[in-house]
C-alpha cells in the first residue's frame, strides 16, 4: 500500500513503483487510481473530505506516459497488461480536462425531507465546448437539495387559480429550462410525486441523453407517481404564436443558464413567455457568481423586473465544483438561488 510519510507533505512521483523495479500490475493500478482525478458525488461527506494522500503533479504526466510506452514485459497476464495501460491512459486524459473525460454514471442523493433522500443516477456523455449540458453542475445539484426546503418556506407553490378553477386535482405544471442531465427537473417531480408534471427541456443535441436520463429513473419516477417528460426548447427562437393560459407553467426551474451575452435576454423572453399569469406563479434559479459572468447575471435580475417578476426570497451559498484540481484541493463556487413571482404579489 502506498502511504505518506507525512500526511501534510505530498507523495513524489519517485514514490510510487518505478518500472525498473518491475512492479507488479497490482502495484501499478494501486498507483494509478491514487492518481486519478475523480468527480465527487458533490455533498457526500466523504467526497467532500480532501484526500489522505496526495501526490505532487510534477512528474506525473512522464510518469504516466512511461507506462504507456513500456511493453509491461515482466507482467504474465495480457488482461493485465491492457488494464495498466488503460488507466494510464485515461489519467493523462483527466490531465487534459474535463472534455477529455470519457462518459460516465453517478449518483446523487437529494433530499426528500430533513430525514430522508432519494438516489438519483445521471448519465454523463463526454463534455465539449458546445455541449455543456452534458455535464451535470455544482449549482444544479445545490438547488436540487435545496427544493425541499424552498418548497416548505414558500407555500404558495400550488396550482395556479387557472388550472385549480379547471379541477381541484389538476397537477403542478412545472418547466425546466436548461434541462442539462435533469437532476434539477427530476429532484422537483420526485419530490412533489403525483401533484406534479414535469418538462424538461434543452437544445436538441441535449436531449437524447435528457430522456435517457428520465429512463434511467423510471423506477423512481413511477414509485413517487410523477408525470415527467423531456423535449426541445430553444430560448432563441420566438413561435408567432403565444401560448394558451392551459399551456403556460405554475413553475419555471434554471440552473446555471447562463453562459453568453445573449442569454439573459433569450432567458427571460422565455420565461415571460410560458410562465403562468397567476398570482401563484414561481421562477426559481440557482446561478454561480463566476466573475466573468457577474453583468449577465445583473443583466437578468433587471430584465425579470422589467417585465414585472420581483423576488420573493434569496439567499447565496457556498458550494465545491465536483471536479477537483491535480493536487486534490476543492474549487469553492459562490452561488445565488433566489424565487421569484408577479410583482402584484412581491
Known sequence: MIT??????????????????????????????????KPRNFGSAADDAPRKVVVDPAGISQYLTSIVSSSLSWIKSDEAKE?????????????????????????FHIPLSDAQEVALTLHEP??????????????????????????DAVPELVPSESTTSQCSQQKVRALELGSGTG???????????ASASVHLTDLPAIVPNLSHNVDLNRSVLE??????????????????TEPTRE?????????????????????????????????????VVEMPLREAYLPQVEEFRQRMTDIGLGIIEQGEEVA?????TATGDLIEVRCWWSVWGWSEKV
Not at 488494464?83 to 449518483?107: D, F, I, Q, Y
Not at 463534455?127 to 425541499?148: C, E, I, P, Q
Not at 437532476?183 to 410525486?193: D, E, H, N, P, Y
Open 4 to 37: 505518506a510519510i507525512d500526511d501534510e507533505q505530498p507523495l513524489h512521483v519517485f514514490d510510487l513503483p518505478q518500472l525498473y523495479r518491475k512492479p507488479s500490475a497490482e502495484e501499478l493500478l494501486q498507483a494509478l487510481d491514487l492518481l486519478a482525478i
Open 247 to 283: 399551456e403556460r407553467y405554475d413553475i419555471i426551474l434554471a440552473a446555471d443558464p447562463l453562459y453568453s451575452p445573449e442569454h439573459p435576454k433569450w432567458l427571460v423572453q422565455t420565461i415571460a413567455r410560458w410562465l403562468s399569469t397567476g398570482l401563484n406563479a414561481r421562477v
Open 183 to 193: 437532476l434539477v427537473g427530476l429532484s422537483f417531480a420526485v419530490l412533489r410525486g
Open 126 to 151: 463526454s463534455l465539449t465546448a458546445d455541449n455543456l449540458g452534458m455535464k451535470t453542475w455544482v449549482s444544479s445539484f445545490v438547488l436540487s437539495r435545496r427544493l425541499h426546503t424552498i418548497l
Open 83 to 107: 488494464e495498466v495501460w488503460n488507466a494510464a491512459a485515461a489519467r493523462l486524459s483527466e490531465r487534459s480536462g474535463r472534455t477529455a473525460m470519457p462518459s460516465m454514471s453517478r449518483v
Open 320 to 324: 465545491y465544483d465536483d471536479w477537483e
Open 223 to 240: 414509485s413517487s407517481g410523477a408525470q415527467v417528460s423531456t423535449g426541445v426548447l430553444d430560448w432563441s427562437v420566438v413561435p408567432d
